[in-house]
């Protein structure tokens, strides 16, 4: 202890470093720093001229806005009564449940994810939640002064500026306006009250997404909506209990199983959970597109063999039979340190490919025709796929005969197999058949460098495994005939198509991307010339020619036998398309990383593609997430463009079914409405998914230094 005053040592006086005081705010503060802003009187004049111009032109947009929804002579009952016309198009009632459990799915999938993966969602602060609250009690306030009246019942009349009388305002105006001022009063006084104090507080970011759902729940049970009344007339009417009694379920079950989740994660392991749950992921939008929307009428001959329909060329033929024998040939590449059994396999490969074409052109060729004129065009196998084939196969023999390392042998392998996957499309064969071989090609490829233990080659195989039963179901389901009667092409309509389409494309988009960032980066010549080669061609054409060419064109470049569904080839397009700009946004990732990760993922002994998968593509990824979300949102957008070719998708019904009906109810000239309630519906979820990705962008720093 000592007697000396504190600040002073040794006799010295030190200054005494207090707090900072925090800057003045207020209102008052705020106009003068953002509106009223300069350093000199000219520049604070017309800055607040300025201000005050382009407030009022603001105010006048909204005016215009709220005029136009609340002007008793818009039908918007049209957008009411058709709703389930352009969520789900052609979809029969009687099988609506389904969408139902659809929704159901990735809400309980959601719930799970937010609390093994999300934390609950993390917290929001009070005082983002107190100024959000009062800002939107302003908005409130300010659309129900603005919304415009007759011009006698204006209280203020200038060119740029009216406000109507209250005496004119309707019942529900008065509430909307009141609803504000409490949401206003609310947030000011909050903040006003707790000052700094609210920063430092927060809340759960989950309760405000149950409080939203309560809000909703009692707002559909509660609120009136418009509904047609005769040809041309329109009253209001509560929302029907198909729709609110589904909604409360769902959101019910949302809640449960975020209660359930955070029980099983204490019990189970959190790592075994997070597995599960990635499965059901990938697994349950098939699931969902192929068996619960679809009703597929399943064939159980084709699916187990037996009739008309070999084993082998069954279902669960051709899983079992490339599960064993794929997977045995995978176990062994995953962990390839036993030279004998590599040369075994790579000699039994090659021999498959070297003597077995021949044999299939043997069979269904005369050997003399050949010599002498050639494979004609209709045989079964051409003759330079059986040449390169077989040029492969030799190669595949030499290098299980002369090669003396287990791991080199491995990389011939998926070498050879790479260059079967491209054979295969000019081979006559099940196209199942195709995609399970393309499959075995790419994970021989990355075997051996996702293996290396044991540990790490079961996660291979069983992630081969997983790839067989998705290819065999998809296509099952696929080939089955639909139980649905619907009025229409296919069950497949408004924006449940759209969201079909903008999922699939975005989901098939991306490793095309990045496969082709990798390319174009390349240090070898030939994949940097067809990377930037693709690229190129695909961005230097609009989206929709290339959706004409999918709908139109396509078919007619397809070898014969070969043949898409119209809704698979749009997919594919918007798939291609997309991939072209999320490789350039990889591509400048990628060119960001410095080069002492590279020596670094060199020095740890890390191979190439090791180095690349995890350490360089992670970090150029995060680099240009702001990018690839701009991305992901031109791409939910541009599903529109499938309207042009006449896919039924939400705005081709928003723009010609419902302003074309007239029976039971007329909704010719509609569309002025109709086009504005899609506007505000794609604004609404890009909105929305970038608000998200900025959360989460801040929540694994990106952006800070």
């Not at 709220?66 to 957008?79: H, K, L, N, Q």
């Not at 990355?446 to 081969?464: E, M, N």
């Not at 408004?494 to 903008?502: D, K, Q, T, W």
């Not at 072209?580 to 080069?595: C, H």
Request: charged fraction near 10%; aromatic fraction near 12%.
């Amino acid at each position: 202890m000592t007697d000396q005053p504190q600040g002073i040592v040794h006799g010295v006086v030190e200054d005494l470093e207090l707090p900072p005081e925090p800057p003045p705010h207020g209102p008052k503060i705020w106009i003068q720093e953002n509106l009223l802003g300069g350093d000199t009187p000219t520049a604070r004049v017309l800055n607040g001229l300025l201000s005050v111009i382009f407030g009022l032109i603001a105010l006048n947009i909204l005016q215009y806005v709220t005029s136009y929804i609340f002007e008793p002579s818009r039908r918007w009952s049209a957008v009411t009564f058709n709703m389930k016309l352009m969520m789900v198009q052609a979809f029969p009632q009687a099988d609506l449940f389904r969408i139902w459990v659809s929704v159901g799915i990735f809400f309980v999938l959601v719930s799970f994810s937010l609390v093994v993966w999300g934390g609950g969602g993390g917290r929001l602060s009070m005082f983002s939640l107190a100024k959000g609250i009062r800002n939107i009690g302003v908005l409130f306030m300010i659309v129900a002064i603005m919304h415009g009246a007759p011009e006698t019942w204006n209280l203020v009349s200038l060119p740029l500026f009216t406000i109507d009388s209250p005496t004119a305002w309707s019942l529900a105006r008065v509430v909307f306006f009141l609803l504000g001022l409490a949401l206003f009063a609310a947030g000011f006084l909050y903040l006003r009250a707790s000052g700094d104090a609210a920063k430092e507080q927060s809340v759960p970011v989950l309760s405000l997404l149950v409080a939203g759902m309560v809000i909703i729940t009692t707002a559909i049970w509660l609120i009136k909506l418009p509904v047609p009344e005769g040809q041309f007339g329109e009253t209001t009417a509560s929302i029907a209990r198909t729709t609110t009694g589904p909604w409360t379920i769902l959101f019910a079950v949302a809640i449960g199983s975020y209660f359930l989740a955070r029980v099983l994660v204490r019990v189970f392991d959190p790592a075994l959970i997070k597995r599960i749950l990635l499965f059901l992921w990938v697994f349950s939008y098939p699931i969902i597109i192929m068996v619960i929307q679809r009703k597929p009428v399943l064939l159980w001959g084709d699916i187990l063999g037996g009739g008309p329909t070999v084993w082998w060329e069954s279902g669960l033929g051709l899983f079992v039979l490339f599960s064993l024998i794929g997977g045995a040939v995978i176990w062994w590449l995953a962990l390839s340190t036993d030279v004998t059994v590599g040369r075994v396999i790579a000699i039994a490969m090659g021999a498959v490919l070297a003597i077995g074409t021949w044999l299939v052109v043997n069979a269904s060729n005369d050997w003399e025709d050949i010599i002498r004129d050639g494979v004609p065009e209709s045989a079964a196998l051409p003759l330079w796929v059986a040449i390169v084939a077989a040029l492969a196969g030799i190669a595949l023999i030499a290098a299980g005969l002369l090669i003396p390392d287990g791991i080199e042998i491995a990389r011939v392998i998926g070498l050879i197999m790479g260059v079967v996957a491209l054979l295969v499309w000019f081979v006559p064969m099940l196209f199942v058949v195709r995609f399970l071989l393309i499959t075995f090609a790419l994970t021989a490829i990355a075997a051996p460098s996702f293996g290396g233990s044991t540990q790490a080659r079961v996660r291979v195989v069983a992630v081969w495994i997983a790839l067989v039963f998705l290819v065999v179901v998809t296509f099952v389901l696929g080939e089955a005939e639909t139980a649905l009667e619907f009025q229409s092409t296919t069950f497949l309509g408004g924006f449940n198509f759209s969201i079909l389409l903008a999922i699939t494309g975005l989901v098939l988009s991306f490793p095309l991307g990045v496969v082709l960032a990798l390319a174009r980066t390349s240090t070898m010549p030939i994949f940097r010339l067809l990377a930037t080669g693709y690229i190129e061609l695909i961005r230097s054409v609009p989206m929709i020619t290339w959706l004409f060419f999918g709908a139109v064109m396509l078919p007619v470049f397809l070898p014969d036998g070969i043949t898409f569904d119209e809704i698979v080839r749009v997919i594919g397009i918007v798939a291609i398309f997309n991939a072209a700009y999320v490789a350039e946004n990889v591509r400048g990732g990628l060119q960001s990383i410095g080069k002492g990760q590279y020596e670094a993922a060199s020095a740890m002994g890390l191979s190439t593609v090791q180095s690349t998968a995890l350490i360089v593509l992670p970090q150029a990824i995060r680099a240009v997430l702001p990018a690839l979300v701009g991305s992901i949102i031109v791409s939910f957008k541009d599903t529109s463009l499938v309207a042009i070719i006449g896919l039924a998708d939400v705005l081709f019904i928003a723009k010609s079914f419902v302003p074309g009906q007239t029976s039971p109810h007329n909704f010719l000239g509609t569309q002025p409405q109709m086009l504005f309630f899609i506007a505000l519906f794609y604004w609404v979820f890009t909105f929305s998914f970038s608000r998200m990705a900025l959360r989460y962008e801040k929540s694994i720093g990106l952006g800070e230094h």
